[in-house]
């Protein structure tokens, strides 16, 4: 299993989500934890969406104004649970 941790800065630009998109896949990351993202639960879900369609995620958006933390897995190669109690205000 390949797990990567990246203080990312300036994830809300498309360059930059396309940099560590790019960079997951180009790894084969299993595994992958994005801290002081600053993105909106809206910027994670488009991230998600446009870049990461077959990867699950969760983040605390919900729990913040911005997600500080998004760790997003392919679940082709792993299997995650998420212990909720634990991380309140982490969104799915």
Known sequence: ????????????????????????KSKKLDVCGLLETKLSLAKVACLHKLRLKTWQFVSNAGAAAYARI?????????????FTPLLRGFMF
């Not at 998004?70 to 998420?82: G, L, M, Q, R």
């Open 1 to 24: 299993m390949i797990v990567h941790c990246w203080n990312v800065r300036g994830l809300n630009s498309p360059l930059k989500q396309h940099e560590v998109s790019g960079l997951m």
């Open 70 to 82: 998004v760790v997003f897995w392919n679940p082709e190669t792993v299997k995650v649970e998420v």
